[in-house]
């Protein structure tokens, strides 16, 4: 006789697998962050620890109902067709993780719209469509003990549909967004700046390409595969990839400024506070050459006026 828990846990304890690895990557960007950007904001600082004390709790509680599922209830099949009630709170930490993260990057979309007000208002709804459906599933995990009924019900079928289908629509705005308004802008950039431009865009069209990915896919695994659990580990996988592209974001910013600079400059090896100078007589004119760096801050929103784009740093991967 086959082991019911192997189709219905098997996928899921799998991706618990990931989500856990994951969950070391969240750690070890977090620790990055404030070693490298200790001039940030309280407040920029204030979400990184924020989002990374809700990773922990979210895959502390995944261990524990797993651990419940197989180990305290090992051989009780009864109790693997019952909702754990961890599964809940891990359900609800992701819901307010990828809503945090997410309205992160619908600031991004205001400030390089020229603070447009429709646009960002339009996302904004989709991003609390997101958080009440999510609220939803939450509560309904709690109402129905049993992943049978839970499964059978209309009212949680659109829960978990709409709240993913609208946090694809978030990512997949934001990714459109950001996109057409620094192609539109790069073009009254300077040259050089253009690889750093093109950073930016891979690295938003990537982010929402994956969190997007993996929401279609759990929506489906939820309507296809009653028998199994593993649209719930894609779930779980997501809110880590929202915490990750979130961080790397943020860690990302020294690499990308220096983007598209390296011909502007003599090499690490010939640098010399005493700058460059040609060699021969006196009389021939030097020549200097210096590096001006600039250390911005982050929070902050610049005007940017009759819609032109210029080049200015920008805080706190406003971009990035």
Known sequence: MKNPAEDLFGGLLA?????????????LQTFMYFQKYRNDTSM????????????????????????EYLIMHFGDFNYLASINW?????????????????????????IMSNKSTCLSALISILLLIRLGFGIAST????????????????ETLVSVSAGLGAAV???VLVALTLTYYLL?????????????????????VNTGAITGAASIIAVTLYAVKPGSLAFLGLVEIQGKLYANSFLGSLNARAAIQRA???????????????????????NVPQVEAFRHTVVTNDMSVHDLSDNEFHLRPLKGGDLV
């Open 86 to 110: 961890g599964m809940g709170v891990t359900v609800m930490t992701e819901v307010v993780l990828s809503v945090l993260v997410q309205a992160f990057y619908v600031r991004r979309v205001w």
């Open 169 to 171: 629509a978030v990512d």
């Open 44 to 67: 920029m600082k204030g979400l990184v620890a924020v989002i990374c004390v809700l990773e922990t709790a979210h895959t502390a509680f995944c261990i524990l109902f797993v651990y």
């Open 260 to 282: 598209g600079t390296g011909s502007q400059y003599p090499s690490a090896n010939s640098y010399s506070n005493q700058a460059y100078r040609s060699e021969g007589s006196q």
């Open 15 to 27: 991706e618990i697998f990931i989500a856990s690895i994951l969950y070391g990557v969240t750690v």
């Open 184 to 204: 539109k802008g790069r073009n009254k950039w300077h040259k050089e700046s253009n690889s750093r431009i093109n950073k930016i865009i891979m690295y938003a």
């Open 139 to 154: 509560i309904f995990s709690y109402r129905f003990p049993f992943w049978e009924p839970f499964r059978d019900k209309t």
